[in-house]
């Protein structure tokens, strides 16, 4: 099956900086989404995006399908932001499952 | 307001004991699926389902039944629940046969002694 891999496992910032969150791939997908799980266990998405770029306010992500690679950008970040973010592919054959990523997971300072 | 909701939200028993986690959804997504989430291993699908009466195992699927009997809701179930079912379980619910974004639920934790 698909292998994906997050980088880095965990990060440490300061309020303020900004970050690049990365998801390898091993194969073409169908599918691809960032979700955030804050502290408190809840997980939300934060992009569908099997390729090109999104943005919503201080976050954006772009998948290069072609380089079985997606960024997550945020920028200018807040103690809100910390939590673990997951990637998360689904093959292009019919009985492929989703996969998860093991997560990287962000410590922002005050 | 589109939500998936789960109960209990968290559940202490004891080896043997029939569980049964229930999840409900009101977008009248097609696509449900049951995951578990443990330290170091990320979330693995358990069961998913392409709509009523269809199921199918995902990654780990033993120990564990479903059943779609309405669209709406995808319960989980644990027949004779062990210490290494101990783990956060989210439902999730998706429009489009899985290949769409997915709504979560708050979670369930689960603790079996």
């Known amino acids: 099956g698909i292998q994906v891999e997050q980088s880095p496992p965990d990060l440490i910032l300061q309020e303020g900086a900004n970050s690049t969150l990365r998801c390898n791939f091993s194969?073409?997908?169908?599918?691809l989404q960032w979700f955030h799980q804050n502290p408190w266990g809840q997980l939300i998405n934060l992009f569908y995006?099997?390729?090109g770029t999104k943005q919503n306010g201080r976050l954006s992500a772009t998948t290069v399908a072609t380089e079985r690679y997606s960024l997550l950008y945020i920028s200018s970040s807040q103690t809100t932001d910390s939590g673990v973010y997951f990637c998360?592919?689904?093959?292009?054959?019919?009985?492929?499952?989703?996969?998860f990523g093991k997560g990287t997971r962000l410590h922002i300072l005050p | 307001e589109a939500q998936v909701t789960q109960n209990p939200r968290y559940l202490i028993t004891v080896t043997g004991k029939k569980l049964t986690v229930t999840c409900s959804q009101n977008?009248?997504?097609?696509?449900m699926s049951w995951y578990r989430q443990d330290p170091g291993l990320g979330l693995r699908q358990i069961y998913y389902?392409?709509?009523?009466?269809?199921?199918d195992k995902g990654d780990v699927p033993e120990g564990y039944k479903v059943s779609r009997k309405e669209k709406r809701n995808f319960p989980l179930i644990l027949e004779s629940p062990s210490p290494n079912q101990t783990s956060l379980y989210f439902c999730?619910?998706?429009?489009?046969?899985?290949?769409?974004?997915?709504?979560f639920g708050p979670g369930t934790r689960l603790t079996v002694l």
């Open positions: 999730a619910s998706t429009p489009l046969g899985g290949v769409d974004t997915q709504y």
């Open positions: 194969d073409s997908v169908n599918n």
């Open positions: 995006i099997p390729s």
């Open positions: 998360a592919v689904v093959g292009m054959n019919r009985d492929d499952k989703i996969i």
């Open positions: 977008m009248n997504h097609e696509y």
């Open positions: 389902s392409m709509n009523v009466e269809v199921t």
